[in-house]
């Protein structure tokens, strides 16, 4: 970008060719093209911009166009968000900081939602007037997103957890239903919570078409069930489907005979040895059926078909005691199917194993195994991690202890997925291990979630430190160019004041009223330069010199400090009011500096009082002391009490009041470094308020 710059034909543009542009804006250039991050410049009234290298990947294909042209130009889609807060900047001078900032970019072709950190703010010229804006630009587009996916996965955490309340309120609703209808009915009550909007329906086939023996509407009252007054027809597709294989049947977009469109989802219930009806559900517009709905749907439909089988129970006492035991395996099949859990029970003897569907699910087995052994599982178990497992098994069998691990394995498709698997052995008659209850989950996405978690984690990390790094090594160049500066401007000083009083002392007698104003004046500007640069000169020493911690007295610090400003309170009246000051432990020196410059503050500020009162006290706090200086002098405005610790920042005229603008910026550098922090109140006309906090104890820096 600097070579592109110095190619540019800028005689063309508002700000003109290069040698004639003001020292504040070639400043300003200069650190926006040595930044390592993403920069822009924008000068003049009409935002003219210029950025740097790490800037150009943003612009995308507006760069290197952008170079030279007005702001409004080449963002048009942004300007009713940007226009307002570049007014702000350049017309008031405020600043602005924005967050994870939303925008709808039309970059490299085409739209898209991207995500920025911007910070903005002003660039004052030779006059103190703001003569442009530097803007800050850190792309967050990769950390919401990933902030986005781990919400929508809370969010499907929170849904399987909703449906595991389900099954608690399906099963107790189930012994206060005595007749098979009144138990479907109850089940598709509770299911319109957690599926898509729309009809509920239970139907069973006759001579006649399909009946519905139970439905429930958004329009049906709690209790209410309709039935067989309007059978449909028997060739029903998403209604014979399902019922002739035995297989659930989904579909989105379906019509009816009102030629809108549904999406259906229809299950085979089984009641006794074959399918009795069909249950489903279906809504008045196109629905993807998700995963954790389906899941759901289908667990509750194989927990009624279970329960459903009571009606063929033979024995009224035997009835009565199979009831309770399907009721309990309903609610832990149905508890198993919503979280994903597949069961199996293993003989350790025979090493054949009784499973749950899940269970064959998992392996990739939708139909079922025909015959599942402990060697069906272990050739499943990728080679690396098969004996690791198979080291765990036998020692969970020899020790009787619970067989819990986690490996890789390869489903009947070939696809390589993560399980959990976790048995308890049963002691048989002789003492031995003979069975092996346990469960099995397919956790494969929670890997990847987790990997992806650490993934972010650590890259999260990385940019934390590069950047602490980053900041850290600008802050010691802007140290050392501060330094430098302030060095290094101060010979050419000396020569104009030399030479001034040289001139002076030559022209003698021969200079007229207007030669000796003007003489004056400059004399006087040396000397406020001469004092702003050692003012820089100090805010740099205060960064490189190490605390010399000591005990330090603020009364007697306070005292004296005092003293020290006689000559400024001279011919003034001033009422000194001071309470009792603690005992603090710090570095004396940059201690006095703190209370020199809040003491000399307060009495400029009250110049124009006829009365001066100057108050200091100190208030406990449990870990640190308070101080404070309080004066009745001009006050300040306190929306800007923030620009009030900041370099060259002032809040009142230079005509009005003398000042470099640097000593309450040292005041902030000196408290902070002792481990506290600064604050300022006041109200126009009304004085103002300045503190500073300081650790009680504090270890040798």
């Known amino acids: 970008m600097a070579a592109r710059m110095r190619e540019f034909d800028w005689a063309g543009t508002r700000l003109g060719p290069p040698e004639a542009w003001p020292p504040a804006l070639r400043t300003a250039v200069g650190i926006t093209l040595s930044s390592a991050f993403p920069i822009l410049l924008l000068w003049g009234p009409d935002f003219t911009q210029l950025y740097n290298d790490a800037c150009r990947d943003l612009m995308g294909d507006r760069h290197p166009g952008a170079l030279g042209h ?3 130009v080449s963002w048009p889609e942004l300007w009713a968000f940007l226009e307002p807060v570049y007014q702000g900047v350049y017309e008031r001078g405020e600043t602005f900081r924005f967050t994870d900032q939303r925008f709808m970019l039309t970059r490299h072709g085409q739209e898209e939602e991207a995500y920025f950190t911007l910070g903005y703010g002003p660039v004052h010229d030779e006059t103190g007037a703001v003569g442009g804006i530097l803007v800050t630009i850190l792309e967050t587009t990769g950390q919401v997103s990933a902030r986005h996916h781990l919400q929508a996965q809370r969010t499907e955490l929170e849904a399987r957890t909703r449906s595991l309340a389900l099954i608690e309120e399906f099963l107790q609703d189930y012994s206060a239903n005595k007749t098979a209808y009144g138990l479907i009915h109850s089940l598709q009550e509770l299911l319109t919570d957690y599926l898509p909007e729309g009809r509920m329906v239970y139907c069973e086939p006759d001579n006649e078409g399909w009946q519905v023996r139970s439905q429930v509407t958004a329009r049906t009252e709690a209790g209410g069930t309709e039935s067989d007054d309007s059978p449909w027809p028997h060739d029903a597709g998403w ?7 035995g297989r659930p049947y989904y579909h989105s977009g379906l019509p009816d005979d009102t030629q809108s469109t549904h999406a259906v989802a229809m299950l085979p219930v089984r009641w006794g040895s ?11 517009a196109p629905e993807e059926w998700s995963p954790l709905q389906r899941s759901i749907l289908e667990a509750a439909v194989r927990s009624l078909g279970l329960a459903l089988n009571r009606e063929h129970r033979e024995d009224e006492a035997r009835e009565h005691a199979d009831a309770a035991l399907l009721a309990s395996r309903s609610r832990l099949h149905f508890a198993l199917d919503a979280a994903g859990l597949g069961a199996w029970e293993l003989d350790t003897h025979t090493q054949v194993a009784a499973r749950t569907m899940r269970h064959d699910e998992i392996f990739g087995y939708p139909q079922g195994h025909p015959a599942w052994t402990y060697q069906t599982f272990i050739a499943h178990v990728l080679p690396e991690d098969r004996e690791d497992v198979d080291r765990r098994y036998s020692a969970a069998l020899e020790r009787g202890e619970a067989w819990d691990f986690q490996c890789r394995i390869r489903r009947a498709d070939g696809e390589v997925r993560w399980i959990w698997a976790r048995g308890q052995t049963l002691k048989g008659v002789r003492g031995d291990s003979a069975h092996v209850l346990g ?6 996405q929670q890997r990847l979630a987790e990997a992806n978690a650490v993934d972010l984690n650590t890259h999260l990390e ?3 430190r590069e950047r602490t790094r980053a900041l850290e090594e600008a802050n010691g160049e802007l140290e050392a160019f501060a330094y430098s500066v302030s060095h290094d401007l101060r010979t050419p000083l000396r020569h104009i004041a030399g030479f001034s009083q040289l001139l002076h002392r030559h022209l003698g007698d021969t200079l007229d009223v207007k030669a000796t104003r003007y003489l004056g004046v400059m004399e006087d500007a040396i000397g406020r330069m001469d004092r702003l640069l050692e003012a820089m000169l100090n805010l740099s020493r205060i960064s490189q010199v190490s605390l010399q911690v ?5 009364g007697q610090l306070v005292e004296e400090t005092r003293g020290e400003l006689v000559d400024e309170a001279e011919r003034r009246l001033v009422e000194w009011q001071v309470g009792p000051l603690p005992q603090v432990t710090g570095d004396p020196a940059m201690l006095r500096q703190v209370m020199a410059n809040l003491l000399s503050n307060a009495l400029k500020y009250t110049a124009r009082q006829e009365k001066a009162v100057i108050e200091v006290w100190a208030e406990e706090r449990p870990d640190r002391w308070a101080l404070f200086v309080r004066d009745n002098g001009v006050g300040f405005d306190p929306r800007y009490a923030d620009k009030l610790f900041g370099v060259f920042q002032r809040l009142h005229r230079q005509d009005d009041f003398e000042g470099t603008g640097v000593g309450l910026a040292n005041v902030r550098r000196i408290v902070t470094r002792h481990g506290g922090e600064v604050s300022a109140t006041g109200q126009p006309g009304e004085g103002a308020t300045f503190g500073f906090t300081v650790p009680k104890a504090r270890a040798n820096s």
Request: glycine residues 6%; negative net charge.
């Open 274 to 284: 074959s399918v009795r009806g069909v249950f489903g559900c279906v809504c008045a």
């Open 70 to 72: 007005p702001n409004r």
């Open 462 to 464: 990385l940019q934390v």
């Open 550 to 554: 000591a005990s330090v007295d603020l």
């Open 439 to 444: 469960l099995v989950q397919d956790i494969t």
């Open 239 to 245: 209604l014979q489907i399902p019922y002739e294989t």
